[in-house]
């Protein structure tokens, strides 16, 4: 695993990328398509709320406000599932009511603020094993240390070109809410991709714009 400490999301979506288009190795998906994957990677980014996109990115403001806002208050926007269901509105398999795993986290800090149990999901076992799109976003965890409050996601897949950027802002944006909701000052955004890739055949123009 690569480890990077960036300042600024801008600044970590650079570093992903040079680090694929360096040090790849071509992959073909279960959906045949072409890949270039690399090591998995980890990004501790110190000043996540300031320079979130970069230029390069396909996700410029519009698109990420739009992003973020479906993520935290909802609307899928056509998708399959949208990481908003899993983590607001999770169900479980016994059929319980819908769970708002965010609020529960807001809640769980605001009691025990060192507690090590603020942790969301996404992954349904009962249901995502046999079907074809299911949440690259797996875990998300908020810790309050040194009087801040820090997140720590985990994506079991990222495409690094066209999702990171959407991603890590949508994220951070989500962590703003917790830590207003909390009352704690916003901390340190920690990113790890388990299998980061880009597809380099499908998105050549969009590849073409980092090289």
């Known amino acids: ?41 980890c990004f501790e980014i110190s000043d996540p709320m300031n320079d979130m996109i970069h230029p390069s990115s396909s996700f410029q403001e519009n ?44 809640q769980k800090l605001k009691k025990e603020p060192d507690s090590r149990r603020a942790v969301a999901i996404t992954w349904r076992p009962e249901g995502d094993w046999d079907v074809t799109n299911v949440p690259c976003l797996q875990f998300v965890q908020y810790a309050i240390r040194n009087g801040k409050l820090h997140c720590y996601v985990l994506f079991r897949s990222e495409d690094i070109l066209s999702a990171f950027g959407p991603n890590c802002y949508g994220l951070c944006k989500l962590q703003e809410f917790v830590s207003e909701a909390c009352n704690i000052p916003m901390g340190t955004y920690n990113h790890i991709a388990t299998i980061p890739h880009l597809y380099n055949k499908r998105d050549r123009s969009e590849l073409d714009r980092w090289m």
């Not at 600024?8 to 990328?17: G, L, N």
């Not at 806002?69 to 479980?92: C, K, M, P, T, W």
């Open 1 to 41: 695993m690569e480890l990077f400490a960036c300042k600024t999301i801008s600044q970590a979506h650079e570093k992903a990328i040079r680090q694929i288009i360096w040090k790849h190795r071509v992959i073909t998906t279960e959906d045949g398509e072409e890949t270039w994957e690399t090591d998995p990677l």
């Open 63 to 106: 698109r990420c406000q739009e992003y973020a806002r479906q993520l935290i208050h909802g609307d899928g926007g056509g998708f399959d599932y949208s990481y908003n269901e899993r983590l607001r509105h999770y169900v479980a398999a016994d059929g319980s009511a819908p769970r708002d795993q965010i609020g529960y986290v807001i």
